[in-house]
């Protein structure tokens, strides 16, 4: 038997694109916290170089982790009927986050050039609101793939069991960190990366 690693390609990008993302929403964190908007907007402005190049960078982030999981669906084999549904599944979620992804890059865009806008939270919120949505949807379709194949089942039900609870969040409380999409992702970036498939 000869072991290889199909998907560590796919798993890096997914990682680095989660990294740059955590990095990028780094910068005046503390303003998500915080419930005055006149004190929001003080931080703000006091690091305004930070935040503004903390919204490329989280943009960026954004972008690269449907790449990742974009070349992790693609590099999925569909010869039988469970790697077909494996496939599948993971064209669905690459598809989910590729959908999502401008939403949240424009998210960012406002954030970066309105400080003010943002610290009052005015504007509407359907564009982060979809892109959440479209997240759910995502490790849904992830969850299947993974459980549909070889994969050590703790990763797949991690994806999977993910999907109906920042769901459940999202319908009640109309927002959601998205922090918890990417630490969900770049874990399953992770053990793409050291998932070893063997053939005989």
Known sequence: MSGKYPYRRAGAVIVAGTV??????????????TPDAQERLRMLLAGQRGWILGQHLAAAGTVAVPVGFAAFARAVPGKDPSSGRARKWALAAAGALLAGA??????????ASDLERFADFRGSNAPFLMYSALHVV?????????????????????????????????????????????????TTGAYLMTWEETKN
């Open 20 to 33: 740059v993302w955590f990095v990028g929403i780094s910068p005046v964190s503390r303003v998500y916290l």
């Open 102 to 111: 401008p939403l949240f890059v424009y998210s960012l865009s406002r954030r």
């Open 138 to 186: 995502a490790l849904g379709a992830l969850g299947g793939s993974l459980l549909s194949s070889p994969a050590k089942r703790w990763i797949g039900w991690t994806a999977a069991a993910s999907a109906p609870l920042f769901g459940g969040i999202l319908l009640a409380k109309k927002d959601i960190p998205p922090l918890v999409f990417y630490l969900v992702e770049g």
